[in-house]
């Protein structure tokens, strides 16, 4: 197939137009993956990319990484920033989103008594990293309490309760990886700025999954991981940093070059030598996602997990913790990560039947009190796959509740 005509297809796409697609990804094996929510494997193209530049390298390291792989960062950026809608000059590159979090935790400048909001929900590295600056500096996070399966206006008024007139920063999860549950967050980083509060944005579970512009999100920090929905090679993220905050924020390493240094001070170079070869991954992520399309991306990714869903839903004792608007099943706002659990079954002995009887790999998920398997499919799955996973699913809990019985 010719992707440079995918436009021309309608909006109906045709299941063969993903088969495909898939034909553009490396064969999943031994495993039907099913937690593209972790890293989802990068494209052929992408992976020749790779190959083709570290072998470059292997030529002359020297030369071959800083005077020509690296001459293509530029360029990397502004498409990077045409996809979110920012400056190519608001925008780092580093390893992935929990590098990102720790630059924003650990940057941005704040006082003894300033508190930080966050919540329950949060990615375990970001609150840690919080809870760090608690002990080291006297900066105070508060926990906005709501359930994970509440509503908009239940998350958005806990957030609101939490604000005091030394609220400085607001940490955001524009999906949580747990369940997949989307947070208001346009409207959350829209109630911050009236109190003059910065807000971070967690979007390493939805940039390159659906549409995500970082203009109209109205945040000052977003990051994401590029080796998710993008399928950059393993190792890429991105750290977008509005104009007006990056002078004040400090990188995580203290860079080589002297300042001023402006978005520069935090991409990933600051580590010390790296893998260039690993970024030269980056463009032609980015131009099969061009090509294929966010928008279209992001229907067939919720029809996937509607897929699944609606078949897995007949089984006894079947429990979705992701939440659905009320309606049809086709009603509501599912993305590509969702989580189960069957009642009276362990989730965890789940996951290991599922993985070494059928080979199939999803992952046990538990925060708080809510414990299930994790399900992310990704555009290069066929249905007929997911029937596998069904399947493979009807069968193991039989067998489960036989040994339960006995």
Known sequence: MNFNDVDSLTSDTPEGFWQEVRATYPRQEPLLNLNNAAVSPPPLEVEQAV???????????????????????????????QLIDCAPTEIALNRNSSEGLATA????????????????????????????RREREGIEPVVCQFGLLDDDAAIIEAYSRAIT??????????????????????????????????????????????????????????????????????GNGMLVVREGLIDDTWPLLAPFDPP?????????????????????????????????????????????????????????????HTPLTAGPLDAGP???????????????????????????????????????????????MRKDELDVFVDALQATVRSCGARASR
């Open 165 to 234: 007139p030394r609220t400085r920063v607001m940490l955001l999860t524009h999906m949580y990886h747990w369940n997949g549950r989307l947070l208001p967050v346009e409207r959350l980083c829209a109630l911050a700025r009236e109190h003059g509060i910065v807000t971070v944005v967690d979007g390493a579970q939805t940039f390159a999954q659906m549409p995500v512009n970082f203009r109209n999100l109205g945040c000052d920090i977003f990051i994401t991981s590029l080796h998710k929905w993008l399928g950059a090679p393993v």
């Open 260 to 320: 001023p240094l402006r978005i520069d001070k935090f991409d990933h170079w600051n580590l010390g030598t790296y893998n260039s070869a690993i970024q030269a991954g980056i463009m032609p992520a980015i131009r099969l996602h061009r090509r294929i399309g966010v928008e279209r991306i992001q229907r067939r990714l919720s029809e996937l997990t509607r897929y699944w869903i609606e078949r897995a839903r007949d089984i006894p004792g079947f429990r979705l």
């Open 334 to 380: 599912l993305g590509a990560v969702a989580l189960f659990s069957i009642d009276s079954v362990d989730s965890r002995l789940l996951e290991r039947v599922l993985r070494e009887q059928h080979r199939v790999h999803v992952k046990y998920r538990r925060v708080e009190d809510i414990a299930g398997l994790r399900v992310s499919p990704h555009i290069y």
């Open 51 to 81: 190959v083709e530049a570290y072998r470059l390298i292997s030529r002359n390291p020297d030369v071959n990484m800083w005077s020509k792989l690296d001459a293509a960062l530029p360029d990397i950026k502004a498409e990077l920033a």
């Open 105 to 132: 935790i650990f940057g941005i400048p704040l006082q003894p008594g300033d508190e930080v909001l966050i919540s329950p929900w949060d990615y375990p590295s970001a609150r840690a990293g919080w809870l760090q």
